[in-house]
């Protein structure tokens, strides 16, 4: 007699099956008051609070924002952010400390909002 699980593998890791791509996976996760988070690793973390259209729009940014990370545009560590329009010019660091993360005048930020035209509130 075989073991029937009452839910699947991406319900207990957290994993939002709708907004994941084959590398990408998507966690829900309590953020506070950010929408979403791009990591290093390729993931991505978005706000378990928000709602379902208000989540897709968050995965939508924070793809591209891997995006950027994969084509080398940008990186970060604990104490900057890094950043180039292109892969010709080199990276400029952007102290963390004191930085109001998500802010449309940041230049990755920016090119990220011209792309989706969609704004957090």
Do not use: C
């Not at 378990?48 to 924002?65: D, T």
């Amino acid at each position: 007699m075989g073991y029937n699980m009452k839910s699947n593998i991406h319900s207990l890791l957290g994993i939002n099956e709708e907004l994941s791509t084959y590398d990408t996976p998507v966690f829900e996760k309590n953020l506070g008051e950010a929408w979403g988070i791009a990591n290093n690793d390729r993931t991505i973390f978005v706000n378990s609070k928000l709602s379902k259209k208000n989540k897709k729009h968050a995965a939508e940014h924070e793809h591209l924002h891997v995006m950027q990370m994969r084509m080398g545009l940008t990186d970060y560590d604990n104490k900057n952010i890094y950043f180039r329009n292109t892969l010709f010019e080199p990276l400029k660091a952007y102290p963390r400390k004191n930085m109001q993360a998500g802010k449309k005048s940041l230049p990755w930020e920016k090119q990220v909002y011209d792309i989706t035209k969609k704004y957090a509130k």
